[in-house]
């Protein structure tokens, strides 16, 4: 019996290790997010823009995409001028509360602040 119990136990715990991924509230993604001078837009609806003002470019010219949260892993999906083609941008987002967005792209951290 001791070896039941035993057993039991350890499936549970091995079962309750595996999943692993941070768990954020999409919620709390939707806004108007800024670092230095790159913005980034998410609406409720799973659609986005992105810009950056030291380019001289605003949000009315900003490039749009699509997004969507899995885990830490925060998807753009951006629509290519002029074609059909769609281009893919995952950071893993190692912060996100209502005011404050943390994520990493390429090694590099990028932190934003919700205005």
């Known amino acids: 019996m001791k070896k039941l119990i035993f057993s039991l136990c ?8 595996c999943d ?8 709390d993604l939707v806004g108007r ?6 913005w980034e ?8 823009a992105t810009w950056d003002t030291a380019d001289e470019v ?9 997004w969507e949260l899995d885990g830490e892993i925060l ?12 281009v893919p941008r ?8 209502a005011s404050s967005l943390v994520y990493t792209k390429n090694g590099k951290t990028y ?3 919700k205005q």
């Open 75 to 86: 998807t753009q999906y951006h629509q290519m001028e002029g074609s059909s083609g769609v």
């Open 58 to 66: 605003d949000e009315e010219e900003a490039q749009s995409f699509t």
């Open 10 to 17: 350890a499936i549970l715990l091995v079962l309750s290790g």
């Open 33 to 38: 997010w800024k670092s230095g001078t790159l």
């Open 90 to 97: 995952q950071v893993t987002i190692k912060t996100l509360t």
């Open 41 to 48: 837009k998410y609406s409720s609806s799973g659609t986005g």
């Open 20 to 27: 692993k991924k941070n768990k954020f509230d999409e919620a």
């Open 111 to 113: 932190t934003f602040t």
